[in-house]
């Protein structure tokens, strides 16, 4: 499987999934594999005007945290949106995957939380090959709320993958 074709099954989720906070899902970069000068990865933009990124990424050392019930608050946009994608594909489990893993990256994220706070997803294929989604995210026009804006919302996807 190519890295293209989990980008696709992100893409799709995070639309059908409707999120209310979620303004545009988009693409980026044009690497076909990870590590290249242009990593390929999904764009998310939120009403807010800020943005997380999945990208495909080399990035040893990871580490298996458990998916949260509850997202991070928005103000932590990076780790919202890798526990965001882990759920969905909890709510989903797209038979192009084998399995998937929320991952802690070490020397990454706040001082006294680096190698504990989830930023990555670890994706196995059906088929064996294996991709890392590293987390970032970019600071909008408006500061991020501390606390779910959204605490309704449930996970219900309108379109499911087989």
């Keep these: 499987m190519q890295l293209a074709q989990v980008l ?9 999934a409707g ?3 979620i303004a545009e899902v988009a693409r980026f970069g044009t690497d076909g594999a ?11 933009r939120y009403v807010t005007g800020s943005e997380a990124y999945l990208w495909g990424a080399v990035w ?11 997202l991070p608050p928005p103000n932590r946009r990076a780790p919202r949106a890798a526990a965001f994608a882990a759920q969905l594909l909890e709510a989903a489990r797209p038979g192009v995957f084998r399995a998937w893993e ?3 990256l070490p020397d990454l994220g706040p001082a006294g939380e680096r190698g504990k706070v989830p930023l990555g ?3 196995n294929c059906a088929d064996g090959t294996a991709y ?9 026009p408006t500061v991020e709320p501390d606390t779910e804006p959204h605490p309704e919302y449930q996970i219900v996807l309108a379109k499911r993958r087989r």
């Design 34 to 44: 990870p590590g290249g000068p242009s990593p390929a990865g999904l764009r998310i």
């Design 102 to 104: 929320l991952v802690a």
């Design 132 to 140: 890392l989604l590293r987390a970032t995210a970019a600071g909008g």
């Design 121 to 123: 997803l670890r994706i």
């Design 60 to 70: 040893p050392g990871e580490t298996a945290v458990p998916v949260p019930e509850v």
């Design 8 to 16: 696709d099954v992100l893409q799709e989720l995070h639309v059908a």
């Design 19 to 21: 999120h209310p906070e």
